[in-house]
């Protein structure tokens, strides 16, 4: 947890009438010499100074934690719970992950634990959450703020908001697939190797030849036609926000693949690599997402029958 000093945030209307009544009195004081108005000068001054400095105080020993769910996608709730330490009263409190997405102010006392939601508005990982207290008790003259930079223990991955895109398998592909070797578990059966039996094995599935060979029981792993396979090469090189759309389309294509029974790969760069791979649940397609950056994706050797689409900054291909 890193964490900055109070500062001074805004000064309040009543505190901007006590200043102005400060600064006629001095006036008045200086050219009258009255001693009554040097009384009140000094009582209006020590408010002044008491409600400009202890919420600054009070801030000093607060401190924050905040835990999220590890995913979350741009544009809809992600719940977050905030624990304070500390003793101070009359808080507010809100948590973002950058500038744009920030929750709605909460008051609290410290030390508590609570519940609040933010909107995320940008894709990506975030290694924590920023968290901003304020306080301006006990008089409500001046607020302070205190930013406190909380680690969070798993990175929260914000995955893109989908695109409505509908996806059809081109005219063949399923044709193609079903000439190739088997890789899925359902239609018809064919032996892919032989490994050593288990409990629960049917014995239909003994290998007869390979037990006599190997002296232990042996048994044929099977698998089905393979299904249509969609290669989706994400490349966000360009403006922000067309990356950004690129994404999300991406992902909406994603989605539709896989809801129609077709086997989906992504190609996109991270962080000092490209990446190339299966993705086989919408959480591991926001994931992939959320992590990918600007760069040449690699489509790598594309087998026979697999339909390759190009999802980029600025158009789809």
């Given amino acids: ?11 309040s ?13 001095y006036v008045i004081a200086r050219s009258t010499g009255a001693g009554w108005d040097i009384v009140i000068l000094c009582a ?19 401190g924050a934690s905040a835990r999220t769910p590890q995913d979350a996608t741009v544009g809809r709730l992600l719940p977050v719970t905030i624990e304070l330490t500390g003793r101070a009263r009359g808080l507010r409190v809100r948590v973002s992950t950058d500038p744009a997405s920030t929750s709605d102010w909460s008051r609290a006392d410290a030390p508590c634990t609570g519940e609040t939601t933010l909107v995320p508005t ?9 968290v901003e207290v304020r306080s301006s008790s006990p008089l409500g003259l001046v607020a302070w703020r205190r930013r406190i930079r909380v680690q969070a223990l798993r990175p929260l991955e ?40 288990v409990d629960g094995d049917p014995i239909r599935l003994v290998h007869w ?19 249509p396979r969609l290669l989706v090469v994400v490349d966000l090189r360009g403006h922000e926000p067309d990356a950004e759309t690129a994404a999300s389309r991406a992902a909406g294509l994603a989605l539709a693949a896989l809801a129609s029974g077709t086997r989906v790969d992504l190609a996109t760069v991270e962080p000092g690599c490209a990446r190339n791979g299966p993705v086989q649940s919408p959480l591991e397609i926001g994931r992939r997402l959320a992590r990918a950056v600007p760069g040449a ?18 158009g789809l291909a």
């Fill in 1 to 11: 947890m890193r964490s900055r000093l109070p500062a001074p945030a805004s000064l």
């Fill in 13 to 25: 209307r009543p505190g901007i009438v006590l200043a102005a009544v400060a600064a006629a009195l």
């Fill in 44 to 62: 209006i001054s020590a408010i002044l100074v008491i409600g400009a400095t202890w919420p600054g105080i009070a801030l000093l020993g607060v």
């Fill in 122 to 130: 940008v894709r990506g990982v975030f290694s924590g959450l920023l």
């Fill in 158 to 197: 914000v995955a893109p908001r989908p695109l409505a895109v509908r996806y059809e398998p081109v005219r063949g592909a399923d044709h193609e697939a079903n000439a190739r070797p088997r890789a899925s578990s359902s239609g018809h059966e064919e032996t892919r190797g032989v490994r050593e039996y």
């Fill in 209 to 227: 030849p390979a037990t006599a060979r190997t002296g232990a029981v042996m048994v044929r792993e099977l698998e089905g036609p393979q299904r």
């Fill in 297 to 314: 994706p690699s489509s790598g050797p594309v087998g026979p029958g697999v339909e390759v689409r190009h999802v980029r900054a600025g």
